[in-house]
């Protein structure tokens, strides 16, 4: 409830700060295309949030950047994006989806089975893609050109709703399935909950931690994807802020950094709100530095937030009547 009235609280504000052109049509679609590629991110450090031990993925962005590198370089190896389109597509989004496994392995091998910490493993492995990336492309923008399918799927609506929009909304409704009705949602919960109750459960907890991570990394490589498709070009430093507005997101839809909690839903509408949000300040034509800094000041508040206990601030007296009138 608490999403939906933040998200309608931005929007009245955007109806009374700028024109009414913020509720175009093209805005919306516009703004439908930015969500997916944040939003992905923001549910891969859900899951390692939930997960609990510390869980925390930093190396997202940077993993979705390496993915669409190494597609852009082998992908017309093996097909051309002038003679067979569609065919080149399926092939860069294959080889990024495998280097999104592999990244993702890579980082649930190193907290599952190497037992390191969450954040020094995944700043590790951040350091890794974003130097593999920058190597394979010596720091330079790399163009895919206009290949109509990719821009079509980056940036074109179906019905109204861009294609990658409702690609995400899929991939969201299909987690909240696996999270809420399978054997791995039900373990992680409880992991991440009570790790030592997962433990006398027999649960095996290196094996769950290596599947979080390697489904984080597939989520940022999807991410990567539709961040090529929607820009028609890759580059090793892409969304370099994106680290801390997904995990701003994340927090902001209420995912306990402890471990244990975090609802699918939530990240979407709070990925809606964020980006709703960011459109206004543009709109306003407000500084992108202020926009960083406004992202780390509501970071640490929804931190504060979730640490406190605003109950001990009621006196005694009002709190009886709460639960007298409950």
Known sequence: ????????????????????????LFNFQSMG????????????????????NGGIDLSGIALANLAGVIAFLLAPLIFSSEDAPAAFF???????????????????ALIGYAGMTPI????????LFTGLAVGLTGGSALRLGYVQIIDDFGNMPIWGIPYSFALFLLIAAALAVLLKFTRF????????????????AGLRVQSMLFRTYLLAGILASIAGIIIAARNSSIKWDYGSSYVLVAILIAVMAGVRPEGGYGRVICVVLSAMALQILSSLLNFMQISNFFRDCAWGLMLLLFLANARVDWNAYIPAALRGNARQGS
């Open 120 to 127: 020094i493993a995944t700043l590790g492995t951040q350091l």
């Open 1 to 24: 409830m608490f999403l939906v009235a933040l998200n309608a609280l931005v929007l009245l504000s955007s109806l009374i700060l700028v024109d009414r052109q913020f509720f175009s």
């Open 185 to 200: 949602g039900n373990h992680l919960f409880l992991m991440g909950s009570n790790p030592k109750a997962a433990r006398f």
């Open 90 to 108: 399926l092939a860069f989004a294959g080889i990024a989806l495998a280097t999104g496994m592999l990244g993702g392995a890579l980082n649930g």
């Open 33 to 52: 295309t930015q969500v997916p590629e944040l939003g992905l991110l923001a549910l891969g450090v859900m899951l390692a949030m939930v997960s609990g």
